[in-house]
C-alpha cells in the first residue's frame, strides 16, 4: 500500500512554473496538518511549507512569495504551485504530515531548474 504519491516535477528553466500534486491516504491527511520537503543532491531534507487542516499555510523564507501551498480535504490531495523557479530550487520534492511525526515517505517527484 502506497500512502503518499508525489507527482508534477520535472525540468525547468530559471524563472518558470511548476505544480506539484500529492495523493495520500485518508488515514494520514484527514485532520493533520500537511507538508512539502525538499533534499537538494548533497543536502539535508528541508520542510518547504506546511498547510494546517483548516487550511492555514506557512512557508520557508526561501520560498515565500514564490510557492504557494493548498489542499483539498474532499480529495485528499496536497499541492504547490511552484513559480519564479530558481537553480537552487533544484531537489527532490516529497509531501508529508507537518508538525507530526512523518509517516513512510514517498518516492518523491524531482524538481531541476536548470538553462
Known amino acids: 500500500q502506497v500512502h503518499l504519491v508525489e507527482s508534477g516535477g520535472g525540468l525547468v528553466q530559471p524563472g518558470g512554473s511548476l505544480r506539484l500534486s500529492c495523493a495520500a491516504s485518508?488515514?494520514?491527511?484527514?485532520?493533520?496538518?500537511m507538508g512539502w520537503y525538499r533534499q537538494a543532491p548533497g543536502k539535508q531534507r528541508e520542510l518547504v511549507a506546511t498547510i494546517s487542516s483548516a487550511g492555514n499555510p506557512t512557508y520557508a523564507d526561501s520560498v515565500k512569495g514564490r510557492f504557494t501551498i493548498s489542499r483539498d480535504n474532499a480529495r485528499n490531495t496536497v499541492s504547490l504551485q511552484m513559480n519564479s523557479l530558481r537553480p537552487e530550487d533544484t531537489a527532490l520534492y516529497y509531501c508529508?504530515?507537518?508538525?507530526?511525526?512523518?509517516?513512510?515517505w514517498g518516492k518523491g517527484t524531482l524538481v531541476t531548474v536548470s538553462s
Open positions: 485518508g488515514s494520514i491527511f484527514s485532520g493533520y496538518a
Open positions: 508529508n504530515r507537518a508538525q507530526t511525526s512523518p509517516v513512510t
